[in-house]
């Protein structure tokens, strides 16, 4: 089944110590979305791309950087987490940017010790 | 800023009962979503809302859009375990999708 997967399922990181976080889609979708979800909150979105146009919430620190090589992979890459960035992270996809139905993957739920 | 209100944020109940969940804004949407996430996993599209006083069926869950488009409600009749999870509105604002604070529906047996 085409679908939209998140690894790993759970991570465990030290504070200021580096972390990625991957996501990948067999569906062939032109976008691909990262999320941050605290507890019991709505997702927050913290950037996209656009096949290779990187497009940047106004709002996400700068700790928090993305890479898409292909269209299938989209990776989440934390320079220095702090404890506040434990979080779920939700990738999702759709075909065309705009008023286009998402598709989310599982999420990683991230911990900072 | 397009704001999207949910009401009740916490809702615990009994199988059988019935329910609603309230999603309001002042701003004027042309479509909402309806997803469901259990505890662990993503977000999932229930349905989406695109005409104005339109009213969508799915099994148990009855969806309706406002007739201004501001405002959305979801009816779930006799509830399940099964329709334990946290419920959220959404709408886009141009090309960025735009959440509800969310409802967290706990059924109990």
């Known amino acids: 089944d085409a679908m939209v997967i998140q690894n790993p399922r759970y991570q465990v990181t030290q504070f200021g110590k580096p972390v990625t976080l991957s996501c990948s889609q067999t569906l062939n979708h032109n976008v691909m979305y990262w999320y941050q979800q605290k507890s019991s909150q709505a997702p927050k979105l913290l950037f996209h791309y656009y096949d290779k146009d990187f497009n940047n919430e106004a709002d996400t620190p700068d700790n928090f950087q993305s890479r898409r090589p292909n269209t299938s992979f989209c990776f989440l890459d934390i320079r220095s987490p702090g404890l506040g960035d434990a979080a779920m992270y939700l990738c999702?996809?759709?075909?065309?940017?705009?008023?286009?139905?998402?598709?989310f993957g599982p999420g990683t739920r991230l911990l900072v010790l | 800023t397009q704001l999207l209100e949910q009401s009740p944020q916490f809702l615990s109940i009994q199988e059988g009962e019935n329910l609603t969940v309230y999603c309001n804004s002042s701003s004027v949407f042309s479509s909402l979503q309806w997803y469901r996430q259990e505890p662990g996993e993503g977000p999932v599209l229930l349905v989406t809302?695109?005409?104005?006083?339109e009213v969508k069926k799915l099994k148990r869950l009855t969806f309706q859009f406002g007739d201004a488009r501001k405002d959305s409600s979801l009816h779930i009749t006799a509830a399940q375990t099964g329709d334990t999870g946290l419920y959220l509105c959404?709408?886009?604002?141009?090309?960025?999708?735009?959440f509800g604070t969310g409802t967290r529906l706990q059924v109990f047996p």
């Open positions: 999702a996809t759709s075909i065309y940017r705009g008023q286009e139905t998402q598709y």
């Open positions: 959404a709408g886009y604002n141009t090309d960025k999708l735009i």
């Open positions: 809302v695109v005409t104005g006083g």
